[in-house]
């Protein structure tokens, strides 16, 4: 049996290498660097419950993207990036889910579960991640509780956060008309409708992995904002 090998010109050889090198310096930027600055918003996230809760799941897929995407997948991607960001500043996370799953047979049963872990956590921060879908429309939108202050204020700095590091919205938080999760948790609890899954290109994006980074870093300097505001104004004692 002949073995045969190729030979490669060198300086093919040294334009792989570095091609190799810049492919993976790029995948570990959100991990490594954005990392290090989790570590570094500590402070404000250290020791505080979050509560992440990926939409949907399981039997239950959510909205169908432009292209055939489940958003109970897309949710999820991101979720599992915002816990990440949040352990890495010492906070306490609780994922409503990790994989495709629902947490009931029924949807009322199983929102009622989601509520009751929040409720069993104690939650500082909940945040529901979804996507939305509607022809004509793209942009992240964050929802909260008509009367929760808390769920305001946590809503509107998460918005401004993905309005100022993702630069492709323009949309302000809002005030959601009727959503179970927000009804029966109290606190800063909001749901983060990352974009428009109807939207082919904001679809695209969202199915990204470092955009789905980017997202996820944007939902967690959010929560920070909100955090160090909330501290800031009671003077160290939330």
Not at 94 to 114: F, H, Q
Request: with cysteine; charged share 20%.
């Amino acid at each position: 049996m002949k073995t045969f090998f190729i030979r490669l010109p060198r300086p093919l050889v040294f334009a792989i290498i570095i091609l190799i090198a810049l492919t993976s310096l790029l995948t570990l930027h959100y991990y490594l660097l954005d990392k290090d600055s989790a570590e570094a918003l500590a402070p404000a996230l250290f020791g505080k419950s979050v509560v992440i809760d990926p939409g949907h799941g399981g039997w239950d897929p959510g909205v169908k993207g432009a292209t055939g995407s489940r958003e109970a997948d897309v949710n999820l991607e991101i979720a599992l990036k915002l816990a990440e960001y949040c352990r890495e500043s010492g906070a306490v996370v609780t994922m409503i889910r990790e994989s495709d799953i629902a947490l009931a047979d029924t949807k009322a049963v199983d929102m009622a579960a989601r509520v009751d872990i929040a409720s069993q956590m104690a939650a500082d921060i909940f945040i529901s991640v979804h996507c939305n879908s509607y022809p004509g429309q793209r942009g992240a939108q964050v929802f909260y509780e008509k009367g929760n202050e808390q769920g305001k204020a946590l809503a509107e700095a998460i918005q401004n956060s993905i309005r100022t590091n993702l630069d492709n919205t323009d949309r302000k938080a809002l005030v959601h008309a009727d959503a179970y999760l927000l009804h029966q948790i109290d606190g800063a609890a909001v749901i983060c409708e990352t974009g428009f899954l109807s939207n082919k290109e904001e679809e695209a994006l969202l199915k990204d992995n470092a955009y789905q980074w980017e997202m996820a870093w944007a939902i967690f300097t959010g929560m920070v904002d909100y955090l160090s505001y909330e501290q800031t104004v009671s003077g160290g004692n939330t």
